[in-house]
T-cell receptor, first 116, second 112 residues
Framework: KAGVTQTPRYLIKTRGQQVTLSCSPI?????VSWYQQTPGQGLQFLFE???????NKGNFPGRFSGRQFSNSRSEMNVSTLELGDSALYLC???????????????FGDGTRLSIL | DQQVKQNSPSLSVQEGRISILNCDYT??????FLWYKKYPAEGPTFLIS?????DKNEDGRFTVFLNKSAKHLSLHIVPSQPGDSAVYFC???????????FGTGTRLKVLA
C-alpha cells in the first residue's frame, strides 16, 4: 500500500512569492492534515480537511490556505512568503471517520521550503 | 501556549537499557495520546497510543504510561537498540476533533 506522497521534496523561494505544496494521501484515507515543523517548535498544526471541507484550523495567518479535491488529494498554498516561513511542511492522512484515537495519522516525508 | 510539553530536548541511553521519554500536558480534556518517532529526512511514524481512560498500553518493546492526575505520560523502550535513535514526539487529541497537538520532541540517542 503506497504511503503519503508529498511533492516537491525541496523548494527554494524568495520573499514575497507564493508557493503550492501537494499531498496525496494513502488510498482510502479521507482526512488530510498539514503541519509546519521548525527547529525547537515541534509540529505546529495548520489545518485539516475531510471530504473537501476544512474541518479544523490552527493558529496561522490567512496567508496559509489549503484545499482538498474529490480524490482526497490536498494542496497547501502560502502567499507573500516571509523568511520565517522556512520550514519542513508535513502532510498526514487518516481514515477520518469514527473514533479518532484509533486512527493514527500517517505522515509523508515532507516538503522542505527555504525562503531566501 | 504550549499545551503539550517535552521538557528534555535530548536523551542518551546505553544499548540494552531502558529509555524513558516524558511528556506533560496542561489540558485535562485531551482524550487520546500518541507517540511518534521521526528519523532525519523522513516523516514521523506512529508508534503507540493510549486512551485517557487507560493508564498503560504495551506493544512489544514499547509501553506508554498515563498519569492523569499529574497530566503526565511517558514512553518506555525496553531494551533500547541503536535503531531506536530518533526524535520522539508525543501528541494529544481532543475528543471529536482531528487536531493533533504535538510536543517539541526529544532526541534519543542509543549508544552501542
Amino acid at each position: 500500500k503506497a504511503g503519503v506522497t508529498q511533492t516537491p521534496r525541496y523548494l527554494i523561494k524568495t520573499r514575497g512569492q507564493q508557493v503550492t505544496l501537494s499531498c496525496s494521501p494513502i488510498s482510502g484515507h479521507r482526512s488530510v492534515s498539514w503541519y509546519q515543523q521548525t527547529p525547537g517548535q515541534g509540529l505546529q498544526f495548520l489545518f485539516e480537511y475531510f471530504s473537501e471541507t476544512q474541518r479544523n484550523k490552527g493558529n496561522f495567518p490567512g496567508r496559509f490556505s489549503g484545499r482538498q479535491f474529490s480524490n482526497s488529494r490536498s494542496e497547501m498554498n502560502v502567499s507573500t512568503l516571509e523568511l520565517g516561513d522556512s520550514a519542513l511542511y508535513l502532510c498526514a492522512s487518516s481514515l477520518g471517520g469514527g473514533q479518532v484515537g484509533n486512527q493514527p495519522q500517517h505522515f509523508g516525508d515532507g516538503t522542505r521550503l527555504s525562503i531566501l | 501556549d504550549q499545551q503539550v510539553k517535552q521538557n528534555s530536548p535530548s536523551l542518551s541511553v546505553q544499548e540494552g537499557r531502558i529509555s524513558i521519554l516524558n511528556c506533560d500536558y496542561t489540558n485535562s480534556m485531551f482524550d487520546y495520546f500518541l507517540w511518534y518517532k521521526k528519523y532525519p529526512a523522513e516523516g514521523p511514524t506512529f508508534l503507540i497510543s493510549i486512551s485517557s481512560i487507560k493508564d498503560k498500553n504495551e506493544d512489544g518493546r514499547f509501553t506508554v504510561f498515563l498519569n492523569k492526575s499529574a497530566k503526565h505520560l511517558s514512553l518506555h523502550i525496553v531494551p533500547s537498540q541503536p535503531g531506536d535513535s530518533a526524535v520522539y514526539f508525543c501528541a494529544a487529541i481532543f475528543s471529536g476533533t482531528y487536531k493533533y497537538i504535538f510536543g517539541t520532541g526529544t532526541r534519543l540517542k542509543v549508544l552501542a
